[in-house]
């Protein structure tokens, strides 16, 4: 029989690390700590620390954008999951130097530094196009919906929101109501209700103050939306898997090799919303590169799906200068290939039914 040496990958091991070493010409980690560090203007985070006299050593700008943007790259996008690459994984102590930053410097600097890292998008695109990534041939628009760290439940438009709110203090009335009709209740029982009644207390102000420090969002439509408590930019939005709390995230991006040229969130239900504000952001990253290359010699082609189309959004487009080919909502119903399918998707549901209708029925007769 074959004998092997033990696999001793979950053994752990003292071992002197050179952490220069551990990053590899032509990696990702590579590209990154170099343009980062040797290509980027990071003057401007300087204005925000003002600590050279007094204060604790802030962590560098350098430091913070390349574990941000590695975990980022390999998928972890919670502060706390970062941090803890940091402290455990060589790769990103390679990266940060060693420095293990808490997850809440991490926290602090994405969400106070973003109109200091909203700049360095548009030096990256630089760097892009002096190095011929950028074709300028066609772009090409889609979003997909991202879940955000919001409770569904705390949505709804202001009417909603103020039934709920009343009908909270209702709840919280009848516990009172409660007390002083059965003075005989158990010590446990009242501590029980009073922490309930709290809590009822507690999320109708919370109701109360958003209503007081927020007005009220409306459709493209004019009519009133659902709002959100816990995260006021996000929406209600409906996936393949479900309804979810969430964004529209929509990218733009060249076809020569896929490189993104506009890209945000949007706190907004429908796509169709987000193509003006996207087309008019990729014209001004446009106007910023400085190589001008293709530029007046063809039109460039602009393309999107259907569910950006709307009449106001194809009239926008054909003063845009773009060539633009978007997909309209009915083109599955005059393309005979798609019927096909969907006689056959309706054929399959059928015969699915059918079985599951049977399989039902003979579950009945077992049971009487």
């Known amino acids: ?148 760290n919001a409770s569904k439940e705390w949505s709804g438009t202001f009417d909603e929101l103020r039934r709920k709110k009343a009908k909270l203090e209702r709840a919280s009335k009848r516990i009172i109501e409660r007390h002083q009709s059965q003075d005989g209740l158990g010590e446990e029982l009242i501590t029980q209700d009073l922490k309930q009644k709290e809590k009822l207390d507690k999320s109708a102000d919370k109701i109360t103050d958003f209503l007081a420090t927020h007005k009220e969002k409306t459709g493209s439509k004019g009519k009133p939306v659902k709002s959100n408590i816990t995260d006021p930019d996000s929406a209600k939005m409906t996936t393949s898997k479900g309804t979810i709390q969430g964004y529209n995230g929509i990218a733009i991006n060249d076809d020569k090799h896929q490189v993104i040229l506009q890209a945000q969130a949007w706190g907004s239900v429908g796509e169709q919303q987000t193509l003006q504000p996207a087309v008019a952001q990729l014209k001004q990253q446009l106007d910023k590169l400085t190589t001008n290359k293709l530029k007046g010699e063809h039109t460039i082609k602009f393309t999107a799906d259907s569910g950006f189309n709307s009449e106001e959004n194809l009239e926008f487009m054909a003063q845009s200068g773009f060539d633009t080919y978007i997909a309209d909502n009915q083109f599955r119903k005059r393309n005979p290939l798609f019927k096909a399918s969907e006689t056959y998707e309706t054929e399959q549901e059928k015969r699915r039914l059918k079985r599951s209708k049977k399989v039902k029925k003979d579950r009945h007769k077992f049971l009487a």
């Open 1 to 148: 029989m074959a004998h092997y040496k033990p696999d001793l990958s979950c053994q752990n091991k003292f071992i002197p690390i050179n952490f220069a070493e551990q990053i590899l010409p032509g990696t990702f980690e590579y590209a990154l700590c170099y343009i980062v560090e040797n290509k980027l203007d990071l003057s401007g985070f300087d204005v925000w620390y003002n600590n050279d006299k007094t204060g604790a050593a802030a962590y560098s700008p350098t430091v913070m954008l390349k574990i941000i943007l590695l975990g980022y790259a390999h998928g972890l996008i919670s502060s706390r999951r970062i941090a803890k690459a940091c402290e455990n994984n060589i790769l990103f102590m390679s990266v940060s130097g060693d420095v293990q930053p808490h997850y809440t410097s991490i926290a602090a600097f994405v969400a106070k530094m973003h109109e200091q890292i909203e700049p360095l998008f548009t030096q990256v695109l630089m760097i892009c196009d002096e190095e011929d990534l950028i074709g300028r041939n066609m772009f090409a628009i889609d979003g997909c919906k991202l879940k955000s």
